[in-house]
């Protein structure tokens, strides 16, 4: 993405991605729709989504001032939390009414009304100036990783704390459900219902977020979002008794763990936009993201085998103590006084 405009990242992502999943519906009308074909279309879908996600991150400097970055933020992560909470309803009510190959079909038709908003943008924002960096994309990958974890303090303190806690966000994550099921005795209602709170959380979160930060600044709110997010497991691993006690004891959990991401979400996004570098941004959150993402598979493995040798309540034990651990690294940082962001460099 050093090589090339945010603008066309974005807008090449969507017709790619509504490219192949315009091929579902179609092999499917035709009786040629195998497995293997969908296990592509999800690659090519999930790849788009990477470039798009890491292109927009870097490309909010550019369309917005520097003090309107934490809104700016804050309003993505909204309509963000949003869709992830309406989003697998919907679809799953369109496969209903409609059948999963024609749900496909709206899918990249709104792709594609997604590609032609974005191409009005009338900033291309390339990422390095007017001429792509020269240096080869092993070197533009080392210089990532060293603005990344040897930059400014506080950016080397938001990469290690978000890299611990994915670690331990995912061993959890995937045990959630089992937990709900095999140790609580919920119904498949009531477990759809305690997972929406979340969601729901998210929403207000990212509605509120700026607000905190004002009055919190940055670096706290980064770790306040943190410390949330690592005592949720703490708090569900309470859970038992009357169906009213445990029910409220999930509520609290979930709440904890739809709020934490939120806080902490748009202030590490802000604090790179802002700290970063304009030429170095896009390379630096594409590190952030190969580490912190690269955690999760780590994660869910240690997770399972932790969930079969402990137990899935002291998993949930073990895995916030892990999350915790990021949040101390932070607490231990210049987060801790991080108030007011300086100005942004060029």
């Not at 390339?126 to 020269?134: D, L």
């Not at 905190?212 to 306040?224: E, K, Q, Y």
Request: hydrophobic content about 55%.
């Amino acid at each position: 993405m050093d090589r090339t405009s945010y603008r066309g990242v974005i807008v090449s992502a969507d017709l790619l991605a509504a490219a192949a999943l315009a091929a579902v519906p179609i092999l499917a009308a035709t009786g040629l729709l195998q497995m293997w074909q969908l296990y592509v279309v999800v690659v090519i879908t999930g790849t788009c989504g990477l470039f798009a996600a890491i292109a927009s991150q870097s490309f909010m400097p550019r369309l917005v001032p520097q003090r309107a970055l934490l809104a700016a933020n804050s309003t993505f992560a909204l309509s963000s939390s949003v869709v992830a909470t309406s989003g697998n309803a919907i679809g799953g009510a369109l496969v209903q009414l409609l059948t999963a190959p024609i749900a496909i079909a709206v899918d990249a038709v709104m792709l594609v009304v997604s590609a032609l908003s974005k191409a009005r943008i009338t900033v291309t924002g390339r990422s390095a100036g007017t001429e792509p960096p020269k240096d080869s994309m092993l070197k533009g990958i080392r210089v990532g990783l060293r603005v990344a974890l040897f930059g400014h303090p506080a950016l080397r303190a938001t990469t290690i704390a978000a890299t611990v806690g994915a670690l331990g966000g995912q061993m959890q994550a995937v045990i959630v459900v089992l937990f709900l099921v095999r140790e609580l005795d919920l119904s498949a209602g009531l477990v759809g219902a305690t997972i929406a709170v979340a969601g729901v959380a998210g929403i207000v979160g990212a509605a509120i977020g700026v607000q905190i930060t004002g009055r919190l600044g940055n670096g706290p709110t980064f770790i306040l979002g943190m410390t949330l997010s690592s005592l949720a497991g703490l708090v569900m691993a309470t859970a038992g008794g009357p169906v009213v006690l445990v029910l409220l004891v999930l509520v609290i959990a979930q709440l904890l763990r739809g709020w934490g991401p939120t806080l902490y979400g748009i202030n590490q996004q802000t604090i790179r936009q802002v700290l970063v570098p304009s030429a170095l941004l896009a390379r630096t959150q594409a590190t952030w993201r190969f580490l912190v993402f690269g955690m999760q598979p780590i994660g869910a493995i240690l997770g399972g085998t932790l969930g079969a040798v402990v137990g899935l309540r002291g998993t949930l034990i073990i895995s916030s103590l892990v999350m915790l651990t990021g949040t101390g690294f932070a607490l231990l940082s210049p987060l801790r006084t991080l108030r007011q962001l300086p100005r942004a460099e060029t």
